[in-house]
């Protein structure tokens, strides 16, 4: 099984050209009689039901079926035309059939090898992406919280038009949770990572976490649509927060992330001799915290399930969880338990230090 590569590719020049129109609504909806048991069969392509419209922009789809069970590609490189009819699909099965038909629409093998394919690239990417590849002509679209709304996703990438080599995305987490889509919205982000790396990127929000998903309704969500094979693609999704980014820097002067500033982190007390066992539980007091480095981002453990609120490894918690605060200075956001508050003065200590314009 290959993965699509982020070198240059003619199915991605042409997704350049036709830049936008996400997805394929359809007026056709399930029968009442039709048993609960059965996938409804799908709608044909109908464009004036649909939100994209036929234009240079925004071509007409190849064909006049939407294509279910999805399939992996057998040369596993995702193209344009899959993830369009990946798109109808979910937006189609969302309005048609019962959450626990999903693997009948995208089984878990489809599921496996597009988290996979994700994991590699996401992986590779360091803890803060340097957004550089931009033209004269690109645009930069910075999107919040999706929180598991699958129509908003759809209804954006129609509106800002599709990823494309000057239209790029960056994404500031929280896929997930709240919203009764966030595994589909966040495979379709996914298969966009994939066909498109330099262009589409995923940070990390403080929803990519168990704790998190446990809580506000993503594992109850999976283990509902996967029900015997929800455990396993629960799993597969926490390793693939894991290897989320944390921050980005666009253009060299525009600083994204779920929460913001982070600290300045000492260096960790040594051990004493004979106590190799004993843990340091190691948080700077207050009056000592300052703004850390992004070298000191980069080189932060961000492969944890939950970020730590205590201990040496505290900047993926300040990234994900932390607020802005009215009140100067920097102190511990004794609301979350986790992360900081920071003051205005802070802002601008932050942005004149790294030679930023925006955060």
């Given amino acids: 099984m290959s993965c699509n590569s982020d070198t240059e590719r003619a199915a991605a020049s042409s997704a350049s050209q036709s830049s936008s ?41 190849p064909s006049t079926e939407l294509e279910i069970p999805i399939g992996w590609p057998p040369d596993g490189k995702l193209s344009l035309n899959w993830i369009r009819n990946l798109m109808s699909v979910f937006d189609w099965a969302s309005r048609n059939i019962e959450p626990t038909q999903l693997p009948d629409v995208f089984p878990v093998e489809v599921f496996d090898s597009l988290v996979l394919c994700a994991s590699k690239i996401l992986h590779k990417e360091p803890n803060c992406v340097a957004i550089d590849n931009l033209g004269s002509e690109s645009t930069v679209v910075v999107v919040g919280d999706l929180h598991g709304q699958l129509h908003d996703l759809l209804f954006l990438l129609h509106d800002a038009g599709f990823p494309s080599e000057n239209r790029l995305f960056v994404f500031n987490g929280d896929y997930v949770d709240r919203g009764a889509w966030g595994l589909e919205s966040f495979l379709i982000l996914l298969a966009w990572k994939v066909f498109f790396p330099r262009s589409v990127y995923l940070l990390r929000g403080n929803h990519e976490s168990k704790y998190c998903t446990s809580v506000y309704g993503f594992e109850k969500e999976v283990l509902t649509k996967y029900s015997d094979r929800g455990k396993h693609v629960y799993r597969k999704c926490l390793g693939c927060f894991e290897g989320l980014p944390l921050a980005s820097i666009v253009g060299k002067h525009v600083y994204t992330a779920h929460g913001g500033i982070f600290r300045h982190m000492p260096a960790t007390p040594k051990r004493s001799k004979g106590k190799k066992n004993r843990k340091i539980a190691f948080s700077p007091e207050p009056s000592s915290l300052s703004i850390g480095s992004f070298e000191e981002l980069n080189k932060a453990r961000r492969s944890v399930l939950d970020p730590p609120w205590e201990g040496s490894n505290l900047i993926p918690g300040d990234v994900l969880w932390s607020d802005p605060s009215m009140t100067p200075g920097l102190s511990p956001n004794k609301e979350r338990g986790i992360g900081l508050l920071w003051g205005p003065d802070c802002t601008d200590n932050f942005l004149k230090k790294f030679q930023l314009k925006i955060t």
């Fill in 21 to 61: 129109s996400p997805l394929l609504t359809s007026r056709d909806h399930q029968s009442a009689a039709s048993p609960a048991a059965e996938v409804a069969e799908p709608p044909v392509f109908d464009s004036s039901s649909s939100i994209v419209t036929n234009s240079e922009d925004n071509p007409s789809p």
